[in-house]
Structure formats: C-alpha cells, structure tokens
C-alpha cells in the first residue's frame, strides 16, 4: 500500500475541508463554530491529504505573515490516525513555509498531539495554556538543512 500524499488544496476542495475541519473540531472536539473558521482563512495555504476513496481525511493550513509561518488547523479524521495522513499533510506544509522563504515554523499543538509533532522535529516552548477549551502548547521547527531542520 503506497504511503499517504498531500497537496495543496484548490477552491474546488474548500467544501471537503470545512467539512472535515466542522467534524473534527466542532463535532469530535466541541470547538465553538465561530472560532473554528476566521479570516486568515481567505488567505492560507490549505493542504490536505486524500484516502483510497478519494475523500479528505486530513488537512492543515499555513499562515504566512512576514517572516513568521504558522501552522494550524490540523485535523485528521478518527479512521484516518496514525496511517500517515497527518504527516504527509505536515510535511507538505514544511514545504510550503519554506516555498516562501520561512526558516521556522510555530504551531500550537493539543497536548495529545505533542508527541506526533515531536518526531516531526518540533521542540515545546513554553506553557501549557487553554485555546477553545482544549489544553495546549506552543511548538516550534526550524526548516532547512540537515535532519533536524529538513523540509
């Protein structure tokens, strides 16, 4: 079975994603709808990542502002966890931010995700605080040469 792949997300996909978002957090997670979507929206790169049947499973969104590129919005669905959805659509993300010059990316992870980012090379800085009512903590990448800071 061939790994999982990620691209960058067209108008046409937009339904399939707020779908997919809509059910993971508002749903699965109880995240208010109206801060589940917001304006940086209209203006990050989304990528999202395919199943055998063709449906969105997971996505994610970048958000590039200056020299700062944040990664958000990560969400796979349940089926989906752990068959390398997510990371595929991480690893596209990397290249994106660095597609636009950014050395380092920022996310703010849920607490039980802070492992899966971990083995993506991301580092915790900071502490644990709430965002939507769900335990966090931000983490940081470099992006660039060598295994720590690869693409």
Do not use: N
């Amino acid at each position: 079975m061939p790994s999982p792949t990620a691209q960058v997300a067209t108008p046409a996909d937009w339904p399939e994603v707020a779908d997919l978002r809509t059910r993971v957090f508002v749903v699965e997670q109880g995240v208010p709808p109206e801060i589940e979507r917001d304006d940086a929206d209209a203006t990050a790169v989304h990528v999202l990542s395919r199943d055998d049947a063709g449906r969105v499973v997971a996505t994610g969104r970048l958000v590039v502002d200056g020299g700062t590129a944040r990664i958000g919005r990560m969400a796979a669905v349940a089926e989906a966890r752990g068959r390398g959805h997510g990371a595929a659509v991480l690893a596209e993300l990397h290249r994106q931010a660095a597609g636009c010059g950014a050395t380092e990316v920022e996310l703010h992870a849920q607490l039980p995700a802070r492992r899966f980012y971990e083995r993506a090379g991301y580092t915790a800085v900071g502490e644990i605080y709430e965002e939507a009512g769900i335990a966090h903590v931000t983490m940081r990448r470099r992006l660039g040469k060598g295994p720590a800071g690869s693409v």
